[in-house]
């Protein structure tokens, strides 16, 4: 074998790994850019839920102090702050609705202040208060299921207290 054949065989060697290198090292930061985006879209997830449980749980506690009637606008819902533990609107079947901060939380945080966290999130409000608000992630990611899970409790609530609408 000639010396210029061995040279360019090796060349090709090193090119080959050079490449090969490359390769691995665009994966290995890939890998570690999708782990920490991912990382932050739990946390993210993690911090909607928190609010959207927490403004759940303030419409249900204004609804409770007010016969069945939901807040009509965001500055009536802020004001039921602080929050209480508990209501005391029982539901008829039992887990209708939650009726202990810790049921609605499900493990997370309470939000202290609803206006600043709500500050990403849609809220819609009926003019009567005879319907519970819509609160929507805009969005934003939320775990599994707390969405629906936050409509069934308004829209249950709603139903064992029903607000006859004046003409």
Known sequence: MSNSRLHRLGS??????VILVVFILAWIG????GYVVYGNVLKTAERTDNALR???WAALVYA???EGRFPTSDVELFATQPLPDQITCIPEVAGAWPTTLDE???GGQLVEDLKFSSRKLKLYFASEGSLPPVFDANGMPTQLNTIETLKVWLG???EAHPIVSSP
Do not use: D
């Open 64 to 66: 409770c102090e007010h």
């Open 156 to 158: 249950a609530f709603s």
């Open 30 to 33: 890939t890998a570690i850019f």
């Open 12 to 17: 090709t060697r090193m090119i080959f790994l």
């Open 54 to 56: 927490s403004l759940t």
């Open 104 to 106: 609605v939380l499900e």
